[in-house]
Structure formats: C-alpha cells, structure tokens
C-alpha cells in the first residue's frame, strides 16, 4: 500500500537558516510525489511536485526537493528561511492508476526571528 | 487562474441535521474529489468522483455521505446525519486525470462545526 511518513511534527529554524522537512515514501508501484503547503486558516497550495522527468524538483517560494528512489525519501529544502514560511507543509502521493491524494501527517514549520 | 472554490467559508450545524457542501471545480476538470482535515490532523481522503460516478471512495465515506454533481459546474458533499465527529475542514478538489503526476487542485475549504 501506498503512503508517506513525514518526520518531525514540528521543525522550527531561524530566519535565514536552511529548512529541512523530511518525506520518506512507500509504494510498490512507481509514485508520483507532491508537496503542499497550507497557511493558517487556508487551503493547499502546490509547492512543487515530482513526476519522474527530473529528480531535483524547484518549486515556488524558493523551495525545493529531491527524489531519491534508493532512500525512498522526497526531503523539502530550503537555502534560507523567511518569516512568510511560517505554516504546515504536507507531503503527498499518487500512483499511476490511483484516484486519490495519501497525505503525511504534516509538518509544522516554525521561523524565529 | 483558475482554482476550485468552495461554499460557505464555516458553516455551524446542529447535530442530525444535513448539510451540503458546494464545490465548483475547475471547468476542464475530469476528476473531483472530496478530502477532510480533522482539527490537527492529517488530510484524509474521502471519495473520488469521475464520469458521474464515484471512482473511490475510502472508510470514513459511509452511508451517511453521498456526493452529486447536479449540473455541469457543481459537485457536492453531503451529510444526511451529522455527528460531533464529523466537525473538521472539508476540502473539494479537481484534477484533468487521476494519478499519472496530476497534482489535484484544492479550494480552500468547508469549516464545519458541528454543535
């Protein structure tokens, strides 16, 4: 069965230090993986999404992430965190094949002046 | 840029009652989709809906919910009996296809209490 253990609950860094929000995937068949981004009170926004055609994926907000099939892990990084990326980030999947979206549990994102 | 919307923002409910949820996907959309978000919680995944009928559908999605679209733009959640437990925020999404790395796009969302 398809899912995504998302370590850490909370992470919290300083302003301009690197962001670091672990994913780590488990699939049988070849997955498709997404990050979302959700600010107080919000909907889900995309931040960027893995499709197979390249393994280091840039999204928005300066954000990016790295599929490495060997460690089963889809890590989002960022060089340098800003107050605005205060929020809950959600690592998903789907599957070719697939109707829907598995979540993590999500991962709280703390910047400190 | 199109997005998926969602009406009303909060709604407030007593429990037994029935509500419904609105959604307009996005119009060239195929597939839709209905996620919950119990406060603190993970999303969950509660029905897919695609050629006007439902693809998916997961455990939490039992007798007391059903999903219509009504017309060419609406898709629709609703709860014939609501419990406390169903208190949450109710997401509709869209997507052109399902799986293949076709993110789904999301509204931003139903809150819905129920006292």
């Known amino acids: 069965a398809q899912s995504v253990t998302q370590l850490g609950s909370h992470v919290s860094v300083s302003e301009g230090a690197l962001v670091l929000l672990r994913c780590n995937y488990s699939?049988?068949?070849?997955?498709?993986l997404f990050w979302y981004v959700q600010y107080p009170n919000q909907g889900l926004q995309l931040l960027l999404k893995?499709?197979?055609?390249?393994?280091l994926v840039k999204g928005i907000n300066g954000f990016e992430a790295e599929f490495k099939k060997s460690e089963t892990s889809f890590h989002l990084t960022k060089p340098s965190a800003h107050m605005s990326d205060a929020a809950e980030y959600f690592c998903?999947?789907?599957?070719?094949?697939?109707?829907?979206?598995?979540f993590g549990a999500g991962t709280r994102l703390f910047v400190k002046a | 840029e199109p997005e998926v919307t969602q009406t009303p923002s909060h709604q407030v409910t007593q429990m037994g009652q029935e509500v419904i949820l609105r959604c307009v996907p996005i119009?060239?959309?195929?597939?839709f989709y209905w996620y919950r978000q119990i406060l603190g919680q993970k999303v969950e995944f509660l029905v897919s809906?695609?050629?006007?009928?439902?693809?998916?559908k997961s455990e939490i999605f039992d007798d007391q919910f059903s999903v219509e679209r009504p017309d060419g733009s609406n898709f629709t959640l609703k709860i014939r009996s609501t419990k406390l437990e169903d208190s949450a925020m109710y997401f509709c999404?869209?997507?052109?296809?399902?799986?293949?790395?076709?993110?789904?796009?999301f509204g931003q969302g139903t809150r819905l209490t129920v006292v």
């Open positions: 999404a869209s997507s052109e296809w399902a799986g293949s790395g076709t993110e789904a796009f």
């Open positions: 699939s049988s068949v070849p997955p498709y």
């Open positions: 893995y499709t197979s055609a390249a393994t």
């Open positions: 998903a999947v789907t599957y070719t094949g697939g109707f829907k979206t598995i």
């Open positions: 119009s060239n959309h195929l597939y």
């Open positions: 809906f695609y050629n006007n009928e439902i693809s998916e």
